[in-house]
């Protein structure tokens, strides 16, 4: 496949609100199910061992209008709960099966509970988390909480979630974690062959097919860029934050990108990066999926810190990268986002690496000014960084 095809592919599956392609493959074998989560942490492994397929739901971005959503909630918050509510209440959530809400923050656990108001006898589910980091403590939580997980999909008609199962599953997912590394390891070695709007199409597409398709697909990307001729630029290298869960649209992604900025390294979809690293296949796998959540997560906002230094991974992700400076792109009212805003900044500064700030709203087209406040970033950064 040529690179425009992959990308083109990868555009129509990671915004078909329609979700046709989750439809097509229920059609495709008589009794199977599809679970949809809010894609910030999701346990895919025991969807997928239940042989049900997970999809990931981003809300409707600036692609659907709001009415039903806005009168569920204060306009005090952010976007996605809207149109996540504006997409079910209009029949397009229609091919799920259920639905998982992570403790990502207040909003989303209060959309799980609206969930259950506006569709009576559907299946909703609130991941709670473990706040404890002691595998004697969170971890035996969050391994009942797999298995309580592993039962219900098993009522639902998914098949019983075995260690055999299971195992296969990890496997599976290790492979696609291990594309998804590859892919940032080009973007940071190379960031003109790898854009980050490509990069955010490809993590977001994997999001609604199965993983072994997903695993085709990302080869078929790191051969073709790998192989392309595209000019590097002379951009600044920036990473960008803020953007864990409401993801942004993707104009403001590539006005980034226009005015001078390489994104060498987000939180953009962030399920497809939680655990950075492989997850045991061997052992009790309901025990390592446990255990890797606690010890292998990546540093985010929705995540409890414990007595991890906040923005202590933030610098290093900059220096992995060979970024020279953040750019903090928030959704507006996003808590978590803005409340670990000041003490990453405080890291970066106490770091001595620049940064910037601005916030984005999923439906509304600010992103001229947007362009000028990166662009100056950037042009600041080469003209009068340190050499």
């Known amino acids: 496949m040529s690179l425009e095809s992959i990308i083109a592919e990868a555009e129509r ?29 999701a ?24 009415i039903r959503g806005d009168a569920c909630f204060q306009s005090y918050i ?28 207040d909003v989303i656990r209060n959309l799980s509970g609206m969930w259950k108001i506006l569709l009576p006898g559907f299946y909703a589910r609130y991941l709670d988390l473990p706040q404890n980091f002691d595998r004697r403590v969170g971890g035996r939580f969050h391994r009942t909480e797999l298995l309580a997980l592993a039962s219900d999909l098993a009522l639902l008609g998914g098949a019983p979630v075995t260690e055999e199962t299971l195992r296969a599953s990890i496997a599976l997912y290790n492979e696609n974690r291990r594309r998804v590394r590859a892919l940032f390891d080009l973007r940071r070695r190379s960031p003109h062959l790898a854009p980050a709007v490509e990069a955010y199409l490809l993590l977001r597409a994997g999001c609604v097919v199965p993983v072994e398709d997903h695993n085709r697909m990302l080869d078929a990307y790191l051969e073709a860029a790998g192989a392309g001729d595209r000019p590097a630029l002379d951009n600044c290298r920036v990473v960008l934050r803020g953007a864990f869960c409401e993801t942004p649209p993707l104009a403001l992604l590539r006005t980034i990108e226009r005015a001078g900025c390489d994104i060498v390294d987000d939180d953009l979809v962030l399920v497809s990066r939680w655990i950075r690293d492989d997850v045991p296949e061997a052992g009790d796998p309901f025990e ?17 810190a414990g007595e991890e230094e906040k923005g202590a991974d933030l610098v290093a992700a900059v220096r992995q990268a060979g970024a020279e400076g953040v750019i903090f792109a928030a959704p507006s009212f ?19 690496i620049p940064y910037t700030a601005f916030k984005y709203s ?26």
């Open 13 to 41: 599956l990671a915004f078909d609100l329609e979700f046709q392609g989750v439809k097509r493959w229920k059609e495709a074998a008589p009794g199977r199910r599809a679970i949809g989560y809010m894609p910030v942490y």
């Open 43 to 66: 346990p895919r492994e025991v969807i997928h061992a239940a042989g049900m397929l997970p999809v990931g739901i981003f809300g409707g971005g600036d692609r659907i209008e709001i």
């Open 334 to 352: 996003c808590d978590p986002a803005l409340l670990d805003q000041p003490m990453l900044v405080a890291a970066l500064e106490r770091a001595g």
């Open 362 to 387: 999923e439906d509304t087209g600010q992103f001229q000014p947007i362009r000028e406040q990166a662009g100056t970033f950037a042009d600041s950064i080469k003209l009068w960084s340190q050499p």
């Open 78 to 105: 952010c976007h996605i709960p809207r149109s996540t509510v504006e997409l079910a209440l209009s029949g397009r959530l229609g091919c799920l099966d259920g639905m998982l809400f992570p403790s990502t923050c």
């Open 288 to 304: 390592a999926l446990a255990h890797a959540y606690l010890e292998r997560s990546v540093a985010n906002a929705c995540r409890y």
